[in-house]
Nanobody, 126 residues
Framework: QVQLVESGGGLVQAGGSLRLSCAAS????????MGWFRQAPGKEREFVAA????????GYADSVKGRFTISRDNAKNTVYLQMNSLKPEDTAVYYC???????????????????WGQGTQVTVSS
């Protein structure tokens, strides 16, 4: 069982930056692939970024590629999402998710993940 708690959301102007954190409970965090998803009002949840258990592989949605960076610190049981050059269309509730797997495949599908955090709001003003 893994519990995930996101933090770091807030209000930022367009062009600004935020870093989201997702702290995980449990001693097997290093065996989990991690993902970030987001959901804007009236829209479906969408994939943002994912990282393999080792941190050696990452994947990004086209809409954030080059602006967002996912990373993890297995010693701290934490995954991060550094968001730069934020745009109003990045406004959403951001969720982290975890799946216990050695294979970094299908990471953009939310059905792939077993555990979810409660979300953190990111609002980007124009």
């Amino acid at each position: 069982q893994v519990q995930l708690v996101e933090s770091g959301g807030g209000l930022v102007q367009a062009g600004g930056s935020l870093r989201l954190s997702c702290a995980a409970s449990g001693r097997t965090f290093s065996s989990y692939a991690m993902g970030w998803f987001r959901q804007a009002p009236g829209k479906e949840r969408e994939f943002v970024a994912a990282i393999s258990w080792s941190g050696g592989s990452t994947g990004y949605a086209d809409s954030v590629k080059g602006r967002f960076t996912i990373s993890r610190d297995n010693a701290k049981n934490t995954v991060y999402l550094q968001m730069n050059s934020l745009k109003p269309e990045d406004t959403a509730v951001y969720y982290c998710a975890a799946v216990s797997t050695p294979k970094f495949v299908g990471f953009s599908a939310d059905s792939r993940y077993d555990y979810w955090g409660q979300g953190t709001q990111v609002t980007v003003s124009s």
